[in-house]
């Protein structure tokens, strides 16, 4: 059974940064791509940033291109969202995503989810 744990979330101003991290157990870390997705409460859930198996791959939202950055550190089975440029719009509770598919996770179709942290910008 894969758990994702996220952490990082919290409080920042508009213009300011976080780094969100996702620690996965339970399977083999290298053998999933990863994802974030994000939702504010009463509308859908958004894609926000993919990662392939390899790390060669990473996909955004439109949104958010240019200002986020995913990245995998498979030694310690942590994924990373640097968050950078923030805006109020931005706010919104985080979930991490695994997934042995890229395109599963970015059609928002992954197997595995986290609980969620709570990213809120301050205009």
């Known amino acids: 059974q894969v758990q994702l744990v996220e952490s990082g979330g919290g409080l920042v101003q508009a213009g300011g940064s976080l780094r969100l991290s996702c620690a996965m157990s339970g399977r083999t870390f290298r053998g999933h791509a990863l994802g974030w997705f994000r939702q504010v409460p009463g509308k859908d859930r958004e894609f926000v940033a993919a990662?392939?198996?390899?790390?060669?791959?990473?996909w955004y939202a439109d949104n958010v291109k240019g200002r986020f950055t995913i990245s995998r550190d498979n030694a310690k089975s942590l994924v990373y969202l640097q968050m950078s440029s923030l805006k109020p719009e931005d706010t919104a509770n985080y979930y991490c995503?695994?997934?042995?598919?890229?395109?599963?996770?970015?059609?928002?179709?992954?197997?595995?989810w986290g609980k969620g942290t709570l990213v809120t910008i301050s205009s």
């Open positions: 995503t695994a997934d042995h598919s890229s395109k599963d996770i970015r059609d928002g179709r992954a197997s595995y």
């Open positions: 990662i392939s198996i390899t790390g060669e791959g990473t």
